[in-house]
């Protein structure tokens, strides 16, 4: 039973018996005889009862040994001596409890209800179930790393505790034929999760749902359609790398190496990288990285550590046009941006290697880069040496004024490239 919720019982101020021979019952079955000759018969035996419900309980005892009369008798629950004004002799021999309102059971094996003898001898024992019935699982998603295999999670329902024993299986077939299956590798990813490693059909759609089966009833989810092609997903990138882009103090280049996957499949990927400066829990995601495995990250804050990660999306497969399931973040990787007198940009992109950079800082500094070129004639062979190049002698320029106390803002010549 969860913190804040309390059995039927008072509390005793009498120290109540050992516990290890009570929680037993519940596990080995409650005995029916205590100690002596004489023995007992709890009734009802190990009942289940919704949450809010009453019960009405008997101890009966058998012979007439001193002390195993009804009036000498008593009950505890859960190792607690319960408040007498509950129980009511019926007989000689038989001793009445009444509770009323339950609550969920402490323990999903069943709460102990004991019945002693006058000197604390367990006499007869009763495990009492009290709880929910199952809701409908919902929330079901499956994924599959090589084709041939299939995972699933689920959630266990709206409110989940139940306070009693619940099974969960998930089950599955072929949509048009074949007969039902049951997963058998449970909590492969997770408490309610079940793991299918071979045997499955391809270019076929399987109906997967998960059945919740405990002592008050049993609920069945929704039925979830799913071709294996269509939710197929990798490991992470492995090999991630962060470095500096020469001495630009807002780079940094990002290079990984495709998942072993995409290979042995075929497959196409597209990728995302997300990243963070070291002292926030916000992460900045770039979408337009497509399926290059290496780019740069423009317009971030000169000296600064930043956390990167990437992550994979497997599509194209057997010519499909459905793009698969993201893998999850590959493990952070940490660089630093050099340090500048100047602040910088708080923003980032990711500039392709070899393609058109793609943020509005990069292209508006493309642009005065391009008409600087023209305006002092130098030679007309870009590339993007050249232009790092440039970008890093426009910063140490830029320091050099500063340091010197310059204001003329209109940058010398390149020291290097003939002039035509």
Known sequence: MPAGRRGPAAQSARRPPPLLPLLLLCVLGAPRAGS???TAVISPQDPTLLIGSSLQATCSVHGDPPGATAEGLYWTLNGRRLPPELSRVLNTSTLALALANLNGSRQQSGDNLVCHARDGSILAGSCLYVGLPPEKPFNISCWSKNMKDLT???TPGAHGETFLHTNYSLKYKLRWYGQDNT??????VGPHSCHIPKDLALFTPYEIWVEATNRLGSARSDVLTLDILDVVTTDPPPDVHVSRVGGLEDQLSVRWVSPPALKDFLFQAKYQIRYRVEDSVDWKVVDDVSNQTSCRLAGLK?????FVQVRCNPFGIYGSKKAGIWSEWSHPTAASTPRSERPGPGGGACEPRGGEP????VRRELKQFLG??????YCSNLSFRLYDQWRAWMQKSHKTRNQVGRRDPSPSPLPTGPAR
């Open 36 to 38: 002596g000759a004489h």
């Open 152 to 154: 699933c999670r689920w």
């Open 183 to 188: 997963c058998e590798e449970y909590h492969t």
């Open 302 to 306: 000169p000296g600064t550590v930043y």
């Open 358 to 361: 793609s943020s509005g800082p």
């Open 372 to 377: 600087w070129l023209k305006k002092h004639a």
